[in-house]
C-alpha cells in the first residue's frame, strides 16, 4: 500500500472536504475515504519532491504553455523528459522541419523478436503545442541547459511485450468499420505511421473498459478526449502553476488507481523504475542539485509508487540490457489524422488543440519557444562540448556536488494555501468572450454546407447556434464545447442523403481546423531521399508541394529523361501495394523488350515521404534498396520458382544487371528441383516462356542460366509426369501446365542437349494410372502428339461415350481435357470443334442445356488467345455462307470415307493426289520395270510391284498411263517415252553400267 505522506496544509481542507463526501455517499465509508485520501497523499508527495516534477498531457495546449510560463520564470540546468532514450539523436534534424514530424525508431529484421513482428517500428509525434516540443525548443535555444530523454529505449518496449505474433497487434490501433460517423461521406485518410507502435509524453487514456463506461456515462461525452477536454483541459488552461500541478497530480492519480488494467500498472511500474534510476545517475554523475532540474512526464507516473521514487533515497534499479537488434533512427513526416489515427482519438482532436492553444497564446500574451536553424548549431555545438570536457576530466574523481540551489517559488493566484480546494469548489468562470467564435462556426459550416451541395439558408445557422446552447445546458456545460457544435450542425444539417464527397460532420472537422501535414527538410533527409530529390531534378517539378506533380516525358525530344523513368519505376515497384502510392504511372508500361516513348507520372513525394524515408532504412540508394529486396523474396523460406523467376524479371526490368538476374536465375533452378509436386507449372511456364522470347530478341541470346534451367525443367516435369497424373490432389490445370513446358520448348531443351525418350517414356509410363476423364482429355492429346495413340482411336471411344447412357455424363470432363490440351498443341482445337458439334447434334436440350454453364466456365481460364483458336478452327470446317450449308458436310464425316477407301487400297495413302511430272514418270517406270529392278538388285532387295489407279483427282494424264499399264494394255506415247527415244545415249549407258 502507498505510503499517505503527513497532512499538508495546502491539502487539509481538500482532505477534510473529501472524507466528508466518502461518509455521506458511501455506505461503508473507509475504503472509498482510504482510496480517496490515498489520492490526495500522492498529490501531496509529487508536490513536496525536490525535483520538480512537471504532469503532461500528450498534446496538451494547457500543459504547454504552463511549461512555456514555468521555463521562463526558474532557471533550470538540466530537463528530463519521458521520452525513449535512443530517440534524443533524432532531435538535432527538427530545426528546418515543418511540424507536426514523428522521430522514429526502425528494424528491418530482429533475430530476438517474432517475426511476425518484423519490420520494427516505433514513431513519437510532436506537434507545437505539445509539452515536449517546447521543453526541446527550450534547450536547444539555451545552450547551458541540457535534455535528457530518461524513458525506456524502443528495444525495451519490445522486449516487455508478450511474446506472441498477436501482441503487436494489439498495441497497434487498428481503425474499426464504425469510426466513419458520416453515413457515405468522405472519410479522411489514416496516413504516415503505418503498423508503428505509438509512444507519447503523458499517455493519460484509461484501459480498465469498465470504468472508463462509466465515467463516459456519467460524464455525458462521448470520448475520453472530450471528457479530458471539457474538465481538465479548459479548466486549468488558466490557472496558476501549483493548481495546475496539483489538477494533473490528482487526475493521474485517480486514472492510476482506478482506470489502468494490472497489466499496464506493471508496465508503468517498470518505466518508473528506469526513468528514476536515469535521473538519479545522471544528477549523480554532472553534479547537479535535484532543485535544478525538471522532470517532465505524465500525470499518472506522478503518482508512483515504486520504491525508486523521489530523490530522497538512493535506491536504483538494475536496467536490463538491450538486446542486439540494429535500430535506425529518423525523423518522418506526419500529420494531425495520423496523430489521431496512431492513439484512437476521435477526428478533429489534434486540431483543436491547436485552436485552443493559438487562442491562450493570444489572449495571454506569450511568445512560444520555437527551433530554429541558429539554434539548432548553438544545440549542435553544445552537444560538442560534453565530449571535449569529457577528455580532459580525470575518470577516477568523482564529479563535486553543486551547492543546494533554492527552488523557483510557485505561484498560487487562487488562494494561497486553499489553491486546489478553491478551485475544485468554486463554480467555472463563464467563458464569454467564446460567444463569438460559436457564432463564427455556425455562419461558416452553413457556408461551407452550402458549397457541397446542402440546401441551406441563414436560419440554419440560428437553428445550429440554438442547438449547441441547448446541448451544452443538457450536458451541465456553460458555454458550448467544439463537440456540442459539431452534434448541433448535424442535427440541423444533415440528410438522408450525402450530396457530394464530403458530409456535415467531416465539414465540421475540416472547420474547426482540418489536416495538418509535416514535412522532413532536405538537409534532414537520409541519404537515399536526397539522392532521389537530385535525381529528379531534370523534371524541374516542385517535390516539396503538397499538391500532386504530374509529369510528362518524352524520350524522343527529351532522350535525358530516360534515367528519370528508370527511378521512378524502382520507387513504384518497391512502394506498391503499401497503399497510398509515392509515384503512379498515368500513361506508359514497363515491359520485357519494350522501348519507352511517352510516359506520364503522377508523383507525390510530399504527400508520401514517409514511405521514402522508410526506404532509405534499408539502403543508401534505391537500387541497393531493391537488389536487396529481389535476393531476400527469392531466398524467402516459403519461395518458390515462380517466386524466383518473378525476381528475375524485376532484375531485368529495373536494375538491368546481368550479374543479379543469373544469380536469381540460379536460386529458381534450386528452387525448381525441390518442387516434388506441379502446382506453380503453368506460372512457370508461361514465366519462361516470356524470358525466352525476350532473350531470342538480344544480341547475346538465351543466357547459361536459362538454358540450365530449361533442361532442368525439362527433365523435372517429364520424371514427375506419370505421379501428377496419378495424384488426386494434383489439379488438370496444373499437369496441362507441366505438358505444355514439355511440348513447347521442347526443340529448345532438345538443342541443348535433352533426350525426348525421357518424355516419351514419361507419357508411356501415365497410361492407366488415372481414372479421371479430364487428365485422360490431356494424357490421349499427349500421346497423340507423340504418335502413341492415333486419333481415330480417340474419336471411336468419344462417339462410343456419345452413344452410352452411363457414361454420358464423363464426357465433359473429356472435353474439358481437351480444352486443357490447347495450351501445348493447337492441334486439338479441330477434334475440339468436332465433339461439340457431334453432342449438339445427337444430344436432346434436356442433356445440353445443364452442361451450357460448366461448358462457359471451362473456356474462360483459356484467354483469348486459345478462344481464338478454337474460333479459327470452327470457321474452317462450317461453310463461309448461308446458302452453301444446304449442301454442307461434316469434314470429319468426309475424311471417315476417304479413311473406308484407304482401307480398300493399302498400296496408296489415302488423300494422295499426283501431279502431271509425278504421273507421267510413275508411268515411265512402270512401262520399264528392268531399270528400277537393277537398282533393287544392287541394295538387295526383292522386286515388288503394286501398281494402283491413282484417284480420281490426279491429272487425266498420268492416271491414263497408270491405269492401262496395271491391266497389261498397251500405252500411248507419252512426252518421257518421246524424249528417250529422241536422245537414247543416256539410257543405253546407264544400261551398260548394271550389264
Known sequence: MVEILP??????????????????????????????????????????????????????????????KRLREKRVRVIFMEMCEDLQECVEGLASCKLPIALQAFATTSEVFPSAWSPLSVVAPI?????????????????????????????????????????????????????????GGEKPKKAAHGSAIGVQVGNMEPTFDAFLEYLLKNARVRHFTEWLDQYVEQPVIGSDYETYRHIMFLVGSLLRRLGRREDDRREDRLRERFMWTRMKSYLREKGIDPNEAIYICGASHAASEVEEFGTATDKVWDIPPRTETKWLYGLIPSSFVAIEHQFGNPAGTVS????????????????????????????????????????????????????????????????GEKGLYSFLTRPPSLAQCDEEELLHWCVEIVKLARENGYLTSTADTIAIYHTALLLASIRNRNHPSPYDFQDAAVTCLEKDRTPKKRDIRRLCEILLGGDKMGMVAYESLPALAKDVYDRLAPLSLKLDSTNVQRALLDFKSRPELLPCSDLLWRIHYLTQGSGDYIVHCTMGERALGQTPVQESWDIAIRKRQAALIQLAYEGVSVESVLERRLKEKAHAPKAGPTVALEAVEASILYLKSPRLTAELGE???????????????????????????YYRSTPHGIPDWLKNFVTTGYSHYATLLPASFQDQGTRPEEVSGMLAFLFTLESLALSFGCQRSQLVIAVKQSGGVTEDPTKIGLLWSAE???????????????????????????????????????????????????????????????????????????????GTDLVATLVKEASMCFPAKLNALGGWKAP??????????????????????????????????????????????????????????????AKPAGATALKAESQGAPAGPSPSSELLKEHPAALNAMAAIFE
Open 7 to 68: 497532512k499538508s496544509p495546502a491539502l487539509d481542507a481538500l482532505r477534510t472536504e473529501i472524507l466528508a463526501l466518502a461518509s455521506a455517499f458511501a455506505t461503508n465509508a473507509k475504503p472509498l475515504g482510504d482510496m480517496l485520501s490515498a489520492m490526495v497523499g500522492d498529490v501531496a508527495r509529487a508536490s513536496e519532491e525536490r525535483l520538480e516534477i512537471f504532469p503532461v498531457r500528450h498534446h496538451s495546449p494547457a500543459s504547454a504553455l504552463h511549461l512555456v
Open 127 to 183: 506537434t507545437e503545442f505539445s509539452a515536449e516540443y517546447q521543453a526541446i525548443a527550450f534547450a536547444q535555444n539555451n545552450p547551458d541547459t541540457e535534455l535528457v530523454f530518461i524513458d525506456r529505449s524502443v528495444d525495451h518496449i519490445f522486449q516487455w511485450m508478450p511474446k506472441d505474433e498477436e501482441a503487436l497487434d494489439r498495441r497497434v490501433h487498428h481503425e474499426d468499420e464504425d469510426e466513419d460517423d458520416g453515413a
Open 352 to 415: 483543436m488543440c491547436e485552436s485552443s492553444w493559438n487562442k491562450a497564446l493570444a489572449a495571454m500574451e506569450l511568445t512560444p519557444f520555437r527551433i530554429t536553424k541558429s539554434t539548432a548549431q548553438k544545440a549542435a555545438k553544445k552537444a560538442e562540448k560534453p565530449a571535449k570536457a569529457a577528455k580532459g576530466k580525470a575518470a577516477a574523481s568523482p564529479p563535486e556536488t553543486a551547492a543546494p540551489v533554492e527552488p523557483a517559488p510557485i505561484k498560487s493566484d487562487t488562494g
Open 667 to 693: 536460386r529458381a533452378i534450386a528452387l525448381l528441383l525441390e518442387q516434388t509436386g506441379a502446382r506453380e507449372a503453368p506460372e512457370v511456364f508461361d514465366r519462361v516462356r516470356r524470358l525466352v522470347h
Open 784 to 862: 497423340w502428339l507423340l504418335g502413341i495413340r492415333d486419333i481415330n482411336q480417340i474419336r471411336a471411344f468419344l462417339d462410343e461415350v456419345l452413344s452410352n447412357v452411363l457414361m454420358l455424363p464423363t464426357f465433359p470432363s473429356y472435353i474439358q481435357g481437351f480444352l486443357f490440351a490447347l495450351g501445348f498443341t493447337p492441334l486439338v482445337g479441330r477434334l475440339v470443334v468436332e465433339l461439340l458439334s457431334k453432342a449438339f447434334e445427337r444430344l436432346p436440350d434436356e442433356v445440353l442445356m445443364p452442361w451450357m454453364p460448366s461448358l462457359l466456365m471451362g473456356l474462360r481460364p483459356l
Open 892 to 953: 470429319w464425316e468426309e475424311s471417315g470415307v476417304a479413311e473406308e477407301d484407304a482401307a480398300e487400297a493399302p498400296g496408296e495413302s489415302p488423300g494422295e493426289a499426283l501431279a502431271p511430272e509425278e504421273a507421267s514418270a510413275r508411268a515411265l517406270c512402270a512401262a520399264h520395270p528392268a531399270t528400277t529392278n537393277a537398282l533393287a538388285a544392287i541394295f538387295g532387295e526383292a522386286p515388288d510391284w503394286h501398281l494402283t489407279e491413282a484417284k480420281a483427282d
